[in-house]
């Protein structure tokens, strides 16, 4: 069964810092990666999708990458703003249908 | 393009009674999920559709629980009798067959069983 953990649970940093988020998943046979933004009672904004055979991608300030074999993946924030501030969640997709498994997301606090 | 849409976003309701949500995916979209997500968690899978087929269900989804597709569009799911456990933030989500895989979701319709 496929789990996946993300570390840390929660963070705090000032504006302007660059940041990693961690996410790792025990099952290496997976089909894609996806990053999600989730902010308070709100739905889930896609904001990366990685393919097994990618190493990464970027989408302006953010780059996550992929490492299939050892089961981890970095979601890269590069100069954070105020605005970041979110629950961010790691999903795998093992290729049966698009059926997600999550992480439980990492909070991320932007001060100023 | 109006991405996916889902209602009612907030319901609250009486132990014991039945609720339903409606889930509009984006209109070329053939694969449609549900997913429930608790407070602190990640979403977990319910269900999905491809086209009007509902082709699998999480062990989650008690038989209080049903989901539709009529004609491939939009989407319900039924509660019954609800209980104090089904409070949560219940998702949507589509994609289209033998793309990327990335699902799109939608705001959630958030339950509350008092």
């Known amino acids: 069964k496929q789990e996946v953990t993300q570390i840390p649970a929660a963070l705090s940093v000032p504006e302007g810092e660059n940041l990693v988020l961690n996410c790792s998943f025990t099952?290496?046979?997976?089909?894609?990666l996806q990053w999600f933004r989730q902010d308070p009672g709100k739905g889930l904004t896609s904001l990366l999708l990685?393919?097994?055979?990618?190493r990464e991608q970027t989408s302006g300030r953010l780059n996550a990458s992929l490492d299939k074999s050892s089961g981890r993946s970095t979601l890269y924030i590069a100069a954070s703003q105020p605005g970041d501030s979110a629950t961010y969640l790691c999903a795998v997709d093992t290729g049966t249908a698009s059926k997600l498994t999550f992480g439980t997301g990492t909070r991320l606090q932007v001060t100023l | 393009d109006t991405g996916v849409s889902q209602n009612p976003r907030h319901k609250i309701t009486k132990r014991g009674q039945n609720v339903t949500f409606r889930c509009d995916p984006i209109?070329?979209?053939?694969?449609l999920y549900w997913y429930r997500q608790t407070l602190g968690q990640g979403p977990e899978f319910l269900t999905y559709f491809q086209n009007e087929a509902q082709l699998e269900k999480s062990r989650l989804l008690s038989d209080r629980f049903s989901a539709e597709r009529p004609k491939g569009s939009f989407s319900t799911l039924e509660i019954q009798r609800t209980e104090q456990g089904d409070s949560a933030m219940y998702l949507c989500?589509?994609?289209?067959?033998?793309?990327?895989?990335?699902?799109?979701f939608g705001e959630g319709s958030r339950l509350t069983v008092l």
């Open positions: 099952d290496s046979a997976i089909y894609n």
């Open positions: 990685i393919q097994s055979s990618q």
């Open positions: 989500a589509s994609s289209i067959t033998g793309a990327t895989g990335e699902l799109f």
């Open positions: 209109s070329e979209h053939n694969r």
